[in-house]
Every structure is written in C-alpha cells, then in structure tokens.
C-alpha cells in the first residue's frame, strides 16, 4: 500500500515523463500511443486515482486536485504538440520549435553596383593621392563644352563629339573635361581634382556603345607639372584597378591638349598575344590623357608661362567591363540580377 506522500511523488514522475514522451513524438500516431499511455481511461494517472478507495477524503482531496492538475497539462501539451505535427505534416517540412540558440537564417550577401563599387574604389585611390572630387552639370552650354576646351564653332573634331542638342541651345556634355574649365574659373592653382560623372553622345547602340556612359576627368595643375607626374600617376591608376602591368603611350589628338596621350594597357584577356577584344594588337586603350593645351588656361584666366598641368578622361564603363571581364557594356544597365550578383 502506498502513502499519500508516495502517490504525489508517482504523479509528478507520471507527469514529467508524459510531458518528454509527447514533447519526443515524431509523428501523430506515436503522439496518440503515448497519451494513451499517460492520460487515457486505462492511462497511468487513471490507475492511480482507481487505487486511492481507501485514503481519507482529506488524502483523496489532494492527490484527486494534483492528478487533475497533471491531466490537464498532459493535455495541453498533446494538443500542442498534434497542431505541430499536423503543421508538419501538410507543410512537409521539419518540426519548428523554438531555440533561441540556433543561429537565424542567413541573409543574402548583396553587394555596391560593379560601376558604383569600382566608382567609389577609384575615387579613394585618387583621394589617397591629394586630389578632391568636384562635379559638374550634366546639361552644359557649348562654351563649357566646347569652345573653352579649344574646340571652337567651326573645328572639325566638334563631329568627335556628335551629341544631343537641346531646343535652348544647351547640350548633354559629352565628357566630364566640362568640369575643368568651371574648376579652374572657381579655383585659383594649385589644384589636383577628379570629376566623375555621366556624359551623353549621338550614338548607335551596341555591345561597346551607348548613348550615355559615365566618365572620370582628372586635373592636376601646378608650377612644375610635367608629363612623367602624369606618367606615374596613370601607370598607378591602370596597375590598382586593373593590375596592368605593362603599359605604353601613344601620342593622341585632342584639342583640350598638348601634347595629347592615350594610355594602353597590355590586353588583360590574352596577355598581350592578340585577341578578339584587343583586335590582335595585344593592347587595349583605357585612358585619353595629355598636358592641359595653353589656351584652355586661357580661357579659364590662368597663366601658361606660370602654371602647367595635366589632365585625363577615364572611358569609366571601360574600366569595370575590363575589370570583370564582361563583354557587352548594355548588361551593365539592364539590372538584371542574375548578371549583376555575380560580382
Ligand atoms: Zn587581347
């Protein structure tokens, strides 16, 4: 015969073990089969309670409260543990519980735009060296465009430039070296700056053509600016975007210049053997550059026989397709995700 005292005890184990038998189910008919065993008519808690005809009504009082407090609870966590199962078993996937302790579920990497990314690459690679980042309108007049870059109304290399012109008269600019001229007229030399920026031109749209792309002009004006300062800061520029190795000169016209320059690096795709891209000359041309021409000073009000310079304009669409090695400029505009998180 049993105690009141060992019967309380024998519910709380009843209990305890119920709640890790449901809890531990892993499907409905191992849940029913073991609330039978617990809860049921013929279940442990009912046994006990056909066993206590001969406790005083004061004993039977307290085991007939805690048994009812231990079915109860056996219950809820059946019914708890069926909507699981049944959750389970029409989602097909894994029992949630809830554990703090698992890490959450991870969030997708994203990442810069290939021409943002590289954009604000460049921009710290240029402001390392002591150069300051300036803008320039987008809708220019043909003064700024043209005429103070020593391409005046009647000069053939106008056709280069073919663009967009406004009723107004304004134009899309068709390069950032717009900014040069509004630079110099606001600041007095020395100066060393960088004008990212988007520029427009009256093209046929293919793989390496668009309408719009976006460009980096670079100053750099002084007492003592000679041609090797440029050499040496391109040769940087081209080593930490696209890790050139080799590179050479070639001389250029622009009218903006003098002498004018255009930097080629050793064809990054066939290592300077000859390819489709570099058109079998195992070179590629990323950077149009040349010693700022004494009469763009003159237009801005600087002095040529003081101060001397150097500028470039950087094709920046360029420098990330060659970067990523991707062979039609318009992916870069499409937004299609599947092409942009590759990077
Ligand atoms: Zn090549």
Not at 113 to 123: F, G, K, Q, R, S
């Amino acid at each position: 015969m049993n105690s009141e005292a060992e019967i309380l005890k024998k519910i709380d184990v009843i209990l305890e073990e119920a709640l890790k038998g449901l809890k531990n189910s892993r499907n409905l008919t191992e849940l029913e089969n073991n609330f039978k065993v617990f809860s049921g008519k013929k279940g442990e808690l009912s046994l006990i309670l056909h066993s206590i005809h001969s406790f005083s009504p004061e004993e039977k009082k307290n085991i007939g409260s805690k048994s009812n407090f231990a079915k109860k609870t056996i219950e809820d966590a059946y019914l708890l543990r069926k909507g699981e199962l049944i959750a389970v078993e029409k989602s097909g996937k894994a029992a949630r519980f809830i554990d703090l302790t698992i890490p959450g579920p991870s969030i997708e990497k994203i990442h810069a735009h290939p021409i943002t990314a590289v954009l604000e690459d460049t921009v710290s690679f240029f402001s390392s060296m002591g150069f300051e980042i300036v803008e320039g309108p987008e809708i220019e007049t043909t003064y700024y465009n043209f005429d103070a870059l020593n391409i005046p109304a009647n000069h053939p290399a106008r056709d280069v430039w073919d663009t967009f012109y406004l009723l107004n008269g304004l134009v899309a600019r068709t390069h950032t070296s717009s900014v040069q001229v509004r630079t110099m007229e606001r600041k007095k030399p020395p100066l060393r700056v960088i004008a990212p920026g988007r520029c427009y031109r009256y093209e046929a749209v293919d793989a390496t053509h668009l309408f719009m792309f976006n460009q980096i002009e670079g100053l750099y004006i002084d007492e003592n600016v000679r041609l090797s300062d440029l050499k040496g800061i391109l040769e940087a520029t081209v080593r930490h975007l696209l890790g050139a190795k080799k590179t050479r000169f070639r001389p250029a016209f622009y009218p903006f210049v003098e002498p004018g320059l255009d930097l080629d690096i050793e064809c990054v795709f066939c290592g300077g053997k000859g390819c489709g891209i570099c058109k079998n000359t195992g070179w590629i041309e990323v950077i149009p550059c040349g010693m700022v021409h004494p009469n763009v000073f003159k237009y801005a009000k600087i002095d040529p026989d003081k101060y001397r310079g150097f500028a470039f304009g950087m094709g920046f669409d360029r420098i990330v397709m060659l970067k990523y090695n991707i062979n039609d400029l318009r992916y870069l505009y499409q937004c299609n995700l599947d092409m942009l998180t590759q990077f």
